[in-house]
């Protein structure tokens, strides 16, 4: 008799349903959802920014490349010293791939020089740099 109610004891346990979380299922996996989609979105800020910041620097670069191709218009000019109005309009490609072009203008109303104006443009990438000077 007594194993009978032990028996009957154990089956009562053993029939009741299992239930985990109080009746919370599915919150453990709208968190986890929630959370990846949190980290997703920062990582791909962090990587818009980062690319940015990227494209910028190569830019600067560009940019030091084109300054010096500009400043070699000028060395051009300050070469043909005799007769620099010559050099208006001239454009040269140099061998690293950047170009300038010479704009020379003669004092008057354009050109508050005592003697030239003189602006040079250099191009490196779609970079442009440039450099004017008077004398």
């Known amino acids: 008799m007594y194993k009978e ?3 009957k004891h154990l089956k009562r346990k053993l029939s009741i349903p299992f239930k985990s979380g109080g009746g919370q299922s599915g919150v453990s996996l709208f968190l986890v959802i929630v959370i990846m989609t949190i980290l997703l979105a920062s990582a791909l800020g962090l990587s818009a920014i980062f690319l940015g910041q990227m494209v910028m620097f190569r830019e600067m670069g560009y940019s030091v490349i084109g300054f010096y191709a500009a400043d070699a218009g000028i060395e051009k000019v300050l070469t043909e010293r005799e007769n620099p109005l ?22 008057g109303p354009n050109c508050d020089a005592a003697n030239f104006c003189i602006k040079s443009v250099g191009t490196y990438k779609e970079v442009k740099r ?6």
């Open 5 to 7: 109610k032990k028996l």
């Open 86 to 107: 010559s050099l208006n309009g001239y454009s040269d490609t140099l061998p690293n791939g950047s170009s300038y072009i010479l704009s020379v203008l003669s004092s």
């Open 130 to 135: 440039a450099i004017e000077i008077t004398y």
